[in-house]
């Protein structure tokens, strides 16, 4: 069973959401990254771009597939991690480190899950 840390939120799509001061951080779940393999580019939204909740604001190639990453909460982008960038392997290693953006001025956010309810989702999926 994949990684699943309590006090994070999750979404259904296998996003990790954590809120610091209003900035919500977003990530990869380890769930997601296990599925998808060895991640090999990541690409992430400029600084100032509005993303909306449910809609897909990046996307992840491996050396399976690309997959798009679905934004938790509708706000503006207010950074972006970019060392993901030259390392996209960062998310397989350390997902839940591993943030992708940070959403603030958030005005909407779609449902989030706790850990447990997150690992039902999982586990319906395996």
Same mark, same amino acid.
């Given at each position: 069973?994949?990684?699943?840390?309590?006090?994070?939120?999750?979404? *259904? %799509?296998?996003?990790?959401?954590?809120?610091?001061?209003?900035?919500?951080?977003?990530?990869?779940?380890?769930?997601?990254? =296990?599925?998808?393999?060895?991640?090999?580019?990541? +690409?992430?939204?400029?600084?100032?771009?509005?993303?909306? !909740?449910?809609? %897909?604001?990046?996307?992840?190639? !491996?050396? *399976?597939?690309? !997959?798009?990453?679905? %934004?938790?909460?509708?706000?503006?982008?207010?950074?972006? +991690? =970019?060392?993901?960038?030259?390392?996209?392997?960062?998310? +397989?290693?350390?997902?839940?480190?591993?943030?992708?953006? /940070?959403?603030?001025?958030?005005?909407?956010?779609? =449902?989030?899950? +706790?850990?447990?309810?997150?690992? /039902?989702?999982?586990? =319906?999926?395996?």
């Amino acid at each position: 069973m994949a990684n699943t840390p309590e006090g994070l939120k999750y979404t *259904k %799509s296998h996003e990790w959401i954590v809120e610091e001061d209003g900035i919500l951080l977003v990530g990869l779940t380890d769930f997601a990254q =296990e599925a998808l393999g060895e991640l090999v580019f990541v +690409n992430l939204p400029e600084e100032g771009d509005e993303v909306i !909740s449910g809609e %897909s604001f990046a996307d992840v190639e !491996s050396v *399976k597939a690309v !997959s798009d990453v679905f %934004s938790p909460a509708t706000g503006v982008v207010v950074e972006i +991690n =970019e060392e993901l960038l030259d390392d996209p392997g960062l998310i +397989n290693r350390e997902p839940y480190d591993a943030w992708l953006i /940070k959403i603030g001025e958030v005005t909407d956010q779609e =449902e989030l899950l +706790n850990a447990e309810e997150y690992e /039902k989702v999982c586990a =319906e999926e395996e």
